[in-house]
């Protein structure tokens, strides 16, 4: 570790390490796979920077999002550490310049979102690099049972396998025991190489406040007040809440922005910019913001509306304070936007019609030849299944050898040349001209644009694709073309013998069940702030924190003021409704199609893939009962559908 500590000191200006730092990047420098469980703000991304820097290959970093990469590589490169990302709104010559530095080796640290995996083209480029350490940054975005999972995820230990990766360190602010177990077992990480250094942050004051809807406003208001000139975040669960209390803050005269997903990007960038620049102390929004943020001194985070969950506010929170210092965590808390939240969770569970659906379409391609392409957008469609249910279907569908994948490929192409043609050629030998003229007269030809057609260069030149992709690349990669790829189909075996009368019974059960985990993680939430028992000691509990074992002494509950969350304002009752004139239109304009459980989702304000392609939102009655549960809206759907 001597080394270690001289890196330390070398690159980072630390004379020592964080608690459970020295031990992780111990464990990577050994040789071990290993996991971080660190706090929000507490120095988890050290653990692969420093290893990075001894490691004798690439260290391939996946992460989330996008904001993530960009706040980590300002800072690496502000301490001289060769470190790159490749993703979508980089220019030719930008990835051109990255997939170079890789090559070569002058580039010791990739970052790439999971998507990127997917892409056949880079597939084949990392394919070809020796990589040291794959890291897997909110990996507990891999578990099911997490409360962010994403299935792209679940694909990373069979990409380790391919791509001869030895080590893994994952790294996590939000898992609890059962997730901790889960992505363990996925990477067989040996238990000793799991490194959880505690939840509880002294430094943040946890208030927990029941209020009713009426009243809060009033209540942040005076509360900001106390902050003035401070740096924070107001959390809300909807953008147009977003918007109105930046509003009515700004009314008070307090220095507040609107901040959410609705946003053009351009936008969103200025106003993270003007954020960390300490030019807006307050930003109101929605969860789209505080990934990646890495602003030390944020003193106050607020949630005017309840989090969507434990693992959530554990995360919002923990984005205050990262200096050390003294930092208050409000919640404005009653039941009144559960229903909301709840009815999130409704949205995503298929149908079990469009889960039998896919399933004949699986049949109906081990007929047609044993081989079933998918493209995600169209099987959407098809299916009425959200794009993030129906991957996590491919993948239970893949759990029960049902598919398999083979290969992914794109099915469009499209390339402009950026020389004339005459000097593009002249820079290869006349075998390669011959395969380079090709491969452009059989390509489909626009004004400027041409679009590859392998079906027409494969009856001049059989089982050219292949080569076909790499000499694009190539030509991509040496400036001599801009080459764009879309349309990714994913092709699998199939093995419909495993298919049987039970499966999407099965299938639908699964989905409920996760429905079912999300509505009693919801419930947790309510019960964990309407308590007599210390914050910050349920936090720790939560989230397996072996290290705080009695009350903190400074929330809220610890000062004897106990949230106590008043019930929601009573709705009129949906006997009261007409049912013909609530949802004759949404009846006439989804004609067979509507199902209980989609005009529930119409009069509740979800979304499904039918909706956007039939224009629901401008239907009248759409998101009519919003506020109410979505389980009773669908009783009474039942109930009056067929009178």
Known sequence: MENAHALLAQYFGFNQF??????????????????????????????????????????????????????????????????ASIDSTQTNEQSSAVIQGVTDGTIKILMISVERLNNERFRRFIASVPISLLVID???????????FRPDYLKLPAYQKQLNIPQVLLLTATATPQVIKDMGSKFSIQKECVTLTGFYRSNLNLQAVGIRSVDKMAYLKDWLANHN?????????????????????????LNATAYHAGMDSDKRKQIQNQFMAGEVP????????????D????????????????????????????DGFSSDCLVLANRDNLSVLENFVYGDTP???????????IKQAAVDGGQWEVLLTPLSNASNIRQLSLKTLLVYLEMLRVIKPKYSYFADYRFKLLCPLAELLAKFDPQRQEFINALLDSSDKAKIWYSANFTSLEQTLPNSRDRAIKALDYLHQKQLIELESKQLTQVYDVYSGNINDSIATRLF???????????????QLVDFFDSESCLSLQLAQYFADPFLTEPCGHCSVCAGQSAHLPAPAPLSPLTELDFTSTCGDAMTKLGSKATPILLSRFLC????????KLKMRQVRGFAQLENYRFKDVLNWVELNINR
């Open 509 to 523: 059960e699964r989905f409920s069940m996760k429905e079912q985990s999300e509505i009693n993680r919801i419930n």
């Open 18 to 83: 964080r608690p459970g730092q020295g031990e992780v990047v111990e464990n990577v420098l050994n040789g071990n796979s290993a996991a971080a469980i660190f706090p929000t703000g507490s120095g988890k991304s050290l653990c692969y920077q420093l290893p990075a820097l001894s490691l004798p290959h690439l260290t391939l970093v996946v992460s989330p999002l996008l904001a993530l990469m960009d706040d980590q590589l300002q800072f690496l490169n502000s301490k001289g550490i060769a470190a």
């Open 351 to 361: 149908e079990a019609s469009g889960i039998e659906f896919v399933l004949q379409e």
């Open 229 to 253: 000139g401070k740096s924070g975040i107001v959390y809300v669960t909807l953008q147009q809440t977003a918007e109105t209390v930046a509003k009515a803050l700004a009314g008070a005269g």
């Open 295 to 322: 602003k030390s001194d944020i003193r106050f985070v607020a949630h005017f509306d309840l989090p969507k969950s434990i693992e959530n506010y554990a995360q919002e929170i923990g984005r205050a304070g990262r």
């Open 605 to 612: 304000g979800l979304t499904t893939p039918i909706f956007t």
């Open 282 to 293: 307050i930003i109101v929004a929605t969860i789209a913001f505080g990934m990646g943020i």
């Open 138 to 148: 909110e990996a507990h975005c891999i578990s099911e049972w997490g409360h962010n």
